[in-house]
């Protein structure tokens, strides 16, 4: 396949899904670098965008209570995704000063397995992910390993 088949595969997956991904969470938090919050505020001024702390770090953030606010009917308004929406299924840990990559085992999105065959998808994700991520600031990395830290103890537990 190509990077163009691979691209076209996973939208039909996600317009199966009907983004499932996007919908029902409580209580979760879309970190955002500081370019991504800039972005955001600038034209949707009235979207509550938090400064969080965790350990050293600290790292923009919005909330979902329910549906991703920025949920349309034909997906995402955004203009441009945060990183960590457009990679996904593909989820990025920051663990001793390096990334690392894996994918979703939750049921957040029910076509990771088939994703996950998608190589060309994934090698350019995993390389815009990382390329996006080099501009996070130290703190945004910190507040980031601190949150991955977080996760991998309630995904134990």
């Known amino acids: 396949m190509t990077i163009e088949e691979d691209k076209r595969k996973f939208c039909e997956y996600c317009k199966q899904c ?3 991904c996007c919908k029902g969470d409580k209580d979760s938090i879309i970190p955002l670098s500081r370019k991504e919050a800039e972005a955001i505020k600038k034209k949707y001024p009235e979207i509550k965008i938090e400064l969080g702390r965790f350990g050293k770090g600290r790292m923009h953030f919005f909330r979902l209570n329910g549906d991703c606010l920025f949920l349309g009917e ?3 308004v ?3 995704k945060p990183i960590n929406c457009e990679m996904f299924p593909l989820i990025a840990l ?3 000063g390096e990334l690392e990559f894996y994918f979703d085992d939750s049921n957040h999105c029910p076509y990771t397995k088939d994703i996950q ?3 060309d998808w994934k090698k350019e994700t995993l390389e815009l992910s990382k390329s996006g991520m080099k501009e996070w600031n130290e703190e945004e990395k910190l507040f980031f390993s ?3 830290e977080i996760i991998e103890k309630l995904k134990k537990a």
């Open 74 to 76: 034909k997906g995402c």
């Open 18 to 20: 009907g983004g499932k």
């Open 94 to 96: 920051y663990r001793n």
């Open 117 to 119: 065959k998608l190589k």
């Open 78 to 80: 955004l203009e441009k």
């Open 146 to 148: 601190a949150l991955c």
